[in-house]
């Protein structure tokens, strides 16, 4: 059953908010919910969002083309500025693949992988939605280059698999140095996808179903 109050709708318990002046007025009330461009905080992050493109597992361009701005909540921000100041002593830099995903391209996701496993179930959101996820990867800022990991993004293998060993040992180093230096600053991983963090208290946020450019 779907039930609407205001600018946010109610999906068995899921809070969904479309309307960019009601997210407004939610941040009135509680700062700590802003949605914040990445590159606002972080400069030097850089951006390969790959739903922007037909470069993904869709084959379907979902965000607007060439898109070259997302977001996240401010919690996250603030934990990821702390994760590119550790990374920026050691010459490592962060690639963001997706960050924010409006509720819309979710619905999309479950229509194509009905797969708790790779892709967040509508009825419940995900932490895309909610501005506390993110998929990344970590580059040499000396040659630009990405830190060789176990798979491509979007790989719904075993291999992208945390507890998966046989792979090369740069591989697992690699894997576990992003592992470390996210929970370290309070993202969990996603066991079966090396490249997916999230914050923990996703209970805190709507799901947001706003386009980029609104939320710009």
């Known amino acids: 059953m779907i039930t609407s109050t205001g600018q946010t709708s109610v999906t068995q318990e899921l809070k969904i908010t479309s309307d960019i002046n ?5 941040i009135s009330i509680d700062a700590s919910i802003e949605m914040i461009e990445l590159r606002k905080s972080i400069p030097t992050i850089e951006y390969d969002l790959k739903y922007a493109t037909t470069d993904n597992f869709t084959h379907v361009r979902l965000y607007p083309e060439g898109l070259h701005f997302t977001f996240m909540r401010k919690e996250a921000v603030e934990a990821l500025v702390n994760i590119n100041h550790e990374l920026a002593k050691k010459g490592i830099s962060i690639k963001v693949w997706d960050a924010y995903r409006p509720y819309a391209v979710t619905q999309k996701f479950w229509d194509l992988i009905h797969d708790e496993r790779y892709v967040a179930n509508p009825s419940k959101g995900s932490g895309h939605n909610r501005g506390i996820a993110i998929d990344l990867t970590l580059i040499d ?24 060993m046989n792979l090369s040992p740069e591989k697992i180093k690699n894997r576990e140095f992003l592992r470390e230096i996210m929970e370290k600053n309070g993202f969990i ?14 209970d805190k946020y709507n799901v947001l179903d706003i386009p980029f450019e609104k939320l710009k």
């Open 22 to 26: 009601t997210l407004r007025k939610d």
């Open 141 to 164: 800022i000396n040659i630009g280059k990405e830190l060789d990991m176990p798979t491509e993004f979007d790989d719904f293998s075993e291999r992208a698999h945390h507890g998966y």
């Open 189 to 202: 991983k996603f066991d079966t996808e090396w490249w997916h963090y999230y914050l923990p208290n996703g």
